[in-house]
């Protein structure tokens, strides 16, 4: 029973460190036919987190691209039902950008430093810490709950070598 528990108290840290590692990833984003300019790039803006890369997939009937207003990237022309190569981001802010074809299409891509879920965009969860630095109670209940085990086990073992 013992090694049970030290193998779960070895697993944990591991487990925990896989949940935030696999964040940064592709992002898949779509030109898309529209009635307004800014609503031809979806989602916009695009979420994202440092080391993640975005991907434009033209949904449309005629060329785009998504080039970067600072110059930056560049992803050449899009054709219909095509997808860019992709594009990372490696720094935290805002990057706004455009379609060279089409001035009029605009989008961004807001590159965060810290670790987003899929829902990031709905209202903050009573579960994260009052500073958004992640889901403390769950990781701090796990970790009494391994040391009450830990504790139990070394009591009874102590009990029955008592006998």
């Keep these: 029973m013992r090694r049970l528990l030290l193998a779960i108290a070895a697993l944990l840290p591991a487990l925990l460190v896989t949940g935030i590692t696999v964040s940064a990833a592709n992002s898949p984003a779509q030109i898309v036919n529209c009635s307004t300019a800014t609503a031809c790039y979806s989602p916009n803006p695009i979420r994202v987190t440092v080391g993640s890369t975005v991907t434009w997939t033209n949904g449309t009937s005629i060329a785009h691209t998504a080039t970067s207003d600072a110059g930056v990237w560049d992803t050449g022309a899009i054709a219909p039902g095509g997808t860019s190569s992709a594009t990372r981001f490696n720094t935290a802010g805002t990057?706004?950008?455009?379609?060279?074809?089409?001035?009029?299409?605009?989008?961004?891509?807001?590159?965060?430093?810290?670790?987003?879920?899929?829902?990031?965009?709905?209202?903050?969860?009573?579960?994260?810490?009052?500073?958004?630095?992640?889901?403390?109670?769950?990781?701090?209940?796990?970790?009494?709950?391994?040391?009450?085990?830990?504790?139990?086990?070394?009591?009874?073992?102590?009990?029955?070598?008592?006998?």
Excluded: E, K
């Design 95 to 163: 990057f706004a950008y455009h379609c060279t074809f089409h001035s009029d299409m605009h989008g961004s891509v807001v590159v965060s430093a810290a670790s987003i879920s899929p829902a990031a965009t709905s209202p903050p969860v009573r579960r994260l810490a009052p500073g958004g630095g992640g889901p403390v109670l769950p990781v701090g209940v796990a970790l009494v709950l391994l040391g009450i085990a830990l504790f139990a086990t070394g009591r009874v073992r102590h009990r029955l070598t008592a006998r």
